[in-house]
Protein backbone atom coordinates (compact mmCIF):
# COMPACT_ATOMS: atom_id res chain seq x y z
CA UNK A 1 0.00 0.00 0.00
CA UNK A 2 1.51 3.58 -1.33
CA UNK A 3 1.39 6.24 1.76
CA UNK A 4 0.51 9.92 1.03
CA UNK A 5 0.95 12.88 3.09
CA UNK A 6 -0.63 16.29 2.38
CA UNK A 7 0.45 19.46 3.33
CA UNK A 8 3.88 18.56 4.71
CA UNK A 9 5.08 22.30 4.58
CA UNK A 10 2.87 22.95 7.35
CA UNK A 11 5.53 20.79 9.40
CA UNK A 12 8.81 22.63 7.81
CA UNK A 13 9.13 26.68 8.07
CA UNK A 14 12.17 25.36 5.26
CA UNK A 15 9.51 23.80 2.93
CA UNK A 16 6.96 26.78 3.29
CA UNK A 17 10.08 29.31 2.42
CA UNK A 18 10.67 26.91 -0.67
CA UNK A 19 7.24 27.00 -1.86
CA UNK A 20 7.18 30.60 -1.96
CA UNK A 21 10.54 30.90 -3.52
CA UNK A 22 9.30 28.56 -6.62
CA UNK A 23 5.76 30.66 -6.75
CA UNK A 24 7.56 34.08 -7.08
CA UNK A 25 10.24 32.88 -9.44
CA UNK A 26 7.40 31.75 -11.92
CA UNK A 27 5.82 35.00 -11.09
CA UNK A 28 2.52 33.45 -10.13
CA UNK A 29 -0.02 35.27 -8.48
CA UNK A 30 0.17 35.43 -4.29
CA UNK A 31 -3.03 33.22 -4.59
CA UNK A 32 -1.70 30.18 -5.78
CA UNK A 33 -2.14 27.38 -4.38
CA UNK A 34 1.60 26.14 -3.63
CA UNK A 35 1.64 22.80 -0.84
CA UNK A 36 3.78 19.46 -0.53
CA UNK A 37 2.55 16.57 -0.66
CA UNK A 38 5.02 13.18 0.09
CA UNK A 39 4.28 9.97 -1.13
CA UNK A 40 5.88 6.72 0.24
CA UNK A 41 5.30 4.09 -2.61
CA UNK A 42 6.27 0.10 -2.78
CA UNK A 43 9.22 -1.04 -4.63
CA UNK A 44 7.14 -1.60 -7.82
CA UNK A 45 3.87 0.31 -7.66
CA UNK A 46 3.42 3.38 -9.04
CA UNK A 47 -0.47 5.45 -10.51
CA UNK A 48 -2.27 4.89 -13.40
CA UNK A 49 -1.47 7.03 -16.29
CA UNK A 50 -3.11 10.56 -15.30
CA UNK A 51 -2.47 14.27 -15.99
CA UNK A 52 -3.45 16.60 -13.34
CA UNK A 53 -4.83 20.53 -13.55
CA UNK A 54 -1.89 21.86 -11.97
CA UNK A 55 1.77 22.17 -12.31
CA UNK A 56 4.10 19.52 -9.93
CA UNK A 57 7.42 19.79 -8.99
CA UNK A 58 8.75 15.74 -8.42
CA UNK A 59 11.44 15.41 -6.07
CA UNK A 60 13.15 11.84 -6.07
CA UNK A 61 14.29 11.33 -2.44
CA UNK A 62 14.87 8.23 -2.13
CA UNK A 63 14.65 4.87 -4.45
CA UNK A 64 13.37 4.78 -8.26
CA UNK A 65 10.76 5.52 -10.06
CA UNK A 66 9.99 4.87 -14.03
CA UNK A 67 8.27 7.90 -15.84
CA UNK A 68 6.56 6.90 -18.68
CA UNK A 69 4.95 10.39 -20.53
CA UNK A 70 2.77 11.38 -23.46
CA UNK A 71 1.90 14.19 -24.72
CA UNK A 72 -1.67 15.29 -24.19
CA UNK A 73 -3.65 15.56 -27.60
CA UNK A 74 -6.91 15.19 -26.13
CA UNK A 75 -7.30 18.81 -23.66
CA UNK A 76 -5.95 21.74 -23.63
CA UNK A 77 -5.56 23.45 -20.37
CA UNK A 78 -7.34 20.94 -18.32
CA UNK A 79 -9.07 22.38 -15.24
CA UNK A 80 -9.18 18.90 -13.46
CA UNK A 81 -7.12 15.92 -13.87
CA UNK A 82 -8.09 12.40 -15.54
CA UNK A 83 -6.82 9.09 -14.88
CA UNK A 84 -6.70 6.60 -17.89
CA UNK A 85 -9.42 3.82 -17.97
CA UNK A 86 -11.87 6.80 -15.47
CA UNK A 87 -15.08 7.70 -16.45
CA UNK A 88 -13.93 11.58 -17.38
CA UNK A 89 -15.10 14.40 -15.46
CA UNK A 90 -18.58 15.70 -16.69
CA UNK A 91 -17.33 19.36 -16.51
CA UNK A 92 -14.00 18.02 -18.31
CA UNK A 93 -16.00 16.38 -21.25
CA UNK A 94 -17.44 19.47 -22.10
CA UNK A 95 -14.26 20.86 -23.32
CA UNK A 96 -12.14 17.82 -24.71
CA UNK A 97 -10.69 17.80 -28.19
CA UNK A 98 -11.21 14.06 -28.71
CA UNK A 99 -12.37 10.69 -26.47
CA UNK A 100 -9.77 10.19 -23.68
CA UNK A 101 -7.66 7.47 -24.31
CA UNK A 102 -7.74 3.73 -22.29
CA UNK A 103 -3.89 3.09 -22.87
CA UNK A 104 -0.26 5.01 -23.15
CA UNK A 105 0.53 5.41 -26.80
CA UNK A 106 3.37 2.30 -28.27
CA UNK A 107 5.73 5.09 -29.22
FE1 LIG B 1 -0.20 13.52 -10.80
Known sequence: MGLLFKDV???SPL???QLEQIRQSLSFSA???SRCL???TPDGKGT???FDQNINFVLQVRGTKKWSLAENTHV???LTRHTMGQPTDPELSTYIDSPMP???PKD
Open 102 to 104: NMM
Open 38 to 40: VYA
Open 31 to 33: LTV
Open 9 to 11: QIL
Open 15 to 17: LQE
Open 76 to 78: THP
Open 48 to 50: APH
